[in-house]
Nanobody, 128 residues
């Protein structure tokens, strides 16, 4: 059974930083898409950042320049460094692995919230 365990969420003030971690029980090197998603109350889940198997990354326009996704394949761990946080970043953040709609990266996006495996989520709250 695949497990994804997020940690690192919390409450910060506007402009603050947080680093999320996602410990995976799968071989992250062999998983083409791994991503971070978020969902605020009353809103749909949206892609925040994704790490692709070709070494590239994808970001939502709303977080470009502020968030950085990285992956440590030796530890099977995905990270999301979040800087310059804004109140609109407040949401439950989820780690996800293995996208059935983007297995090999040919003309597809890893930011589509269609994944086989999801973590339980970690709450991020940014106050003004």
């Amino acid at each position: 059974q695949v497990q994804l365990v997020e940690s690192g969420g919390g409450s910060v003030q506007t402009g603050g930083s947080l680093r999320l971690s996602c410990a995976a029980s799968i071989n992250t090197r062999a998983t083409y898409c791994m991503g971070w998603f978020r969902q605020a109350p009353g809103k749909e889940r949206e892609g925040v950042a994704a790490s692709r198997g070709d070494g590239t990354t994808q970001y939502a326009n709303s977080v470009k320049g502020r968030f950085t996704i990285s992956k440590d394949n030796a530890k099977n761990t995905l990270y999301l460094q979040m800087n310059s946080l804004k109140p609109e970043d407040t949401a439950m953040y989820y780690c996800a692995a293995e996208s059935p709609v983007c297995r090999w990266g040919w003309g597809c996006s890893c930011l589509v919230p269609s994944y086989n495996y999801w973590g339980q989520g970690t709450q991020v709250t940014v106050s003004s």
